[in-house]
């Protein structure tokens, strides 16, 4: 089995300063992992995806996350935030062996930037 | 634009009727998964294909949901006599290839049940 826990519900910053969002999975094989992002009345867009390469990926529009497997972790920072980035984010987890081949989201976080 | 597209985007239905919602995944992609959104929830995996087989059903949330892919193209969702509980965001995802190959996803159909 396979799950994802998104650690804030909400988060707040300021624009220009850094954006930390957390994530811990729980999987039972090699899992894929992603972060999607989610503007309002648009479709889900991929930020980035770890898959079993380098444990630092770089994704678009500045964001990056670390895969931590002592961690069981995959945080999306990115180090400056604009305005556009307002959005809710999910990660989320893609297990091959659980049999399904769906993918397994987080409750999202709600991503505030301030002016 | 030929990302994945998907008919309607908003629906509204009077509960105990039947809908019906179309996704057409972008067209070299082989798998296409539905998921359910509920207010507040990550996006809850419901069903995919393979071409036209249906491969993963048993998360369908009840048999009054069922989904077809007749020729390997566009698939249907179809919700029978809906229930005020089935009021959410339906979205279509497509993929290439293997599994851990990245899902494409649609703009999605809200359903209202009234």
């Known amino acids: 089995a396979q799950s994802v826990t998104q650690l804030d519900s909400h988060v707040s910053v300021s624009e220009g300063t850094p954006v930390l969002l957390r994530c811990n999975y729980s999987?039972?094989?090699?899992?894929?992992l992603f972060w999607y992002v989610q503007h309002p009345n648009k479709g889900l867009q991929l930020l980035l995806k770890?898959?079993?390469?380098?444990?630092l990926v770089k994704g678009i529009n500045g964001f990056e996350a670390e895969f931590k497997k002592s961690e069981t972790s995959f945080h999306l920072t990115k180090p400056s935030a604009h305005m556009s980035d307002a959005a809710e984010y999910f990660c989320?987890?893609?297990?091959?062996?659980?049999?399904?081949?769906?993918?397994?989201f987080g409750k999202g976080t709600h991503l505030i930037i301030q002016p | 634009d030929t990302g994945v597209s998907q008919d309607p985007r908003h629906k509204i239905t009077k509960r105990g009727q039947n809908v019906t919602f179309r996704c057409d995944p972008i067209?070299?992609?082989?798998?296409l998964y539905w998921y359910r959104q509920t207010l507040g929830q990550g996006p809850e995996f419901l069903t995919y294909?393979?071409?036209?087989?249906?491969?993963?059903k048993s998360r369908l949330l009840s048999d009054r949901f069922s989904a077809e892919r007749p020729k390997g193209s566009f698939s249907t969702l179809e919700i029978q006599r809906t229930e005020q509980g089935d009021s959410a965001m339906y979205l279509c995802?497509?993929?290439?290839?293997?599994?851990?190959?990245?899902?494409?996803f649609g703009a999605g159909t809200r359903l209202s049940v009234l």
């Open positions: 995802a497509s993929s290439q290839g293997v599994a851990k190959n990245i899902q494409y």
């Open positions: 999987s039972s094989y090699s899992p894929s």
């Open positions: 770890y898959t079993s390469a380098a444990t």
């Open positions: 989320v987890v893609s297990d091959p062996g659980g049999g399904a081949d769906g993918l397994t």
């Open positions: 067209s070299e992609h082989n798998r």
């Open positions: 294909f393979q071409n036209e087989a249906q491969l993963e």
